[in-house]
């Protein structure tokens, strides 16, 4: 089975603090995706890479990068954390072979900024 | 642009009635429509897909769902709900690509409460 492994579930951070969340997938996926989730919001996609070094602004890419110096690591980084991004962060990948288009999640890590 | 609508934010059914969540779609081309769970402080769980074939597919845990192009729409249905069906669903489009890069969008999801 494919596993999508998150970090970290849980983490409270102040504001200005740099967060780095990890996510690391065991499948060989080319695409890796960071989505926010929020309550009546759904989720919107933050930033997505289709391969090593390589990234692509999502629908909501301000306040936050990513950094994918492996294949099997993607990272969400808030530069400076405000308490708008209090959140919860889902990553998500898939491998190019697949011609069934299901996305593999992690089980989230519900950010919360003070 | 792909959009996916999925117009009830919560739907209530009783345990062993049948349970439909709703959800229309606009996409440019032919579409994969995929159905996703949540259950509370989980990622999301792949549920069933439609890629092409037969209009209604069938996926885990009984659930089922029908295609149907002309009102686009991809219905999430279940003959008999448990009160363990009680999550989140997501509806989620991607338009058909060639070479298998995927950017799927996503509803904003349907609270499903099934009452005992």
């Known amino acids: 089975d494919v596993k999508v492994t998150q970090s970290s579930r849980y983490l409270v951070k102040r504001t200005g603090e740099k967060v780095f969340l990890e996510c690391v997938q065991d499948?060989?996926?080319?695409?890796m995706f960071w989505y926010r989730q929020d309550p009546g919001l759904g989720l919107r996609l933050i930033y997505f890479s289709y391969d090593v070094k390589m990234k692509e602004k999502g629908d909501i890419p301000e306040g936050y990068s990513v950094s994918r110096e492996k294949k099997e690591r993607f990272s969400l980084i808030l530069e400076s954390a405000s308490t708008n991004q209090t959140s919860m962060y889902l990553c998500a990948s898939i491998g190019l072979a697949e011609d069934t288009g299901e996305l593999f999640f992690g089980e989230g890590s519900r950010l919360t900024v003070l | 642009a792909q959009s996916v609508a999925q117009p009830e934010d919560q739907v209530n059914v009783a345990e062993g009635n049948p349970l439909t969540v709703k959800c229309t779609y606009s996409?440019?081309?032919?579409?994969?429509l995929f159905w996703y769970v949540q259950y509370p402080n989980r990622g999301l769980q792949f549920l069933l897909k439609y890629i092409t074939g037969d209009n209604l597919v069938k996926g885990s845990y009984g659930f089922e769902a029908e295609f149907n192009k002309s009102q686009t729409s991809f219905h999430l249905k279940k003959p008999s709900a448990l009160v363990s069906d009680s999550a989140l669903y997501f509806c989620?489009?991607?338009?058909?690509?060639?070479?298998?890069?995927?950017?799927?969008?996503f509803g904003r999801g349907t609270s499903l409460i099934v009452h005992p």
């Open positions: 996409v440019s081309g032919n579409p994969y």
């Open positions: 499948m060989d996926h080319e695409n």
């Open positions: 989620a489009v991607s338009p058909f690509a060639s070479g298998g890069s995927y950017i799927p969008t």
